[in-house]
Nanobody, 120 residues
């Protein structure tokens, strides 16, 4: 089995920063793309940012120039540095990873989610 465990969410004021972390563990052969998604109440889950194993990044327009995604392959960990947070960034943030397991199967995994709340 493979698990993704997120940390770093919380309550902050507008303009402040937070850093999310997500670590993959278990029977992992290799990790391809990793990413962050978010879901606000009453809205669909949306892409925030992704990063490939070759560290190519992609960002939603709403977070460009404020958020930075990075990864530490040695630690099987992906990070999301969130600066200049806005109330509209309030959501549950989910980690996502495309993982090749020991058996050779390739699957998409999700973390349990971490709440980010930005007050005005």
């Amino acid at each position: 089995q493979v698990q993704l465990v997120e940390s770093g969410g919380g309550l902050v004021q507008a303009g402040e920063s937070l850093r999310l972390s997500c670590t993959a563990s278990g029977r992992i052969n290799s990790i391809n793309a990793m990413g962050w998604y978010r879901q606000a109440p009453g809205k669909q889950r949306e892409l925030v940012a992704t990063i490939t194993s070759g560290v190519r990044t992609l960002y939603a327009d709403s977070v460009k120039d404020r958020f930075t995604i990075s990864r530490d392959n040695a630690k099987n960990t992906v990070y999301l540095q969130m600066n200049s947070l806005k109330p509209e960034d309030t959501a549950v943030y989910y980690c996502n990873a495309d993982i090749m397991g020991w058996s050779g199967g390739r699957y998409e995994y999700w973390g349990q989610g971490t709440q980010v709340t930005v007050s005005s």
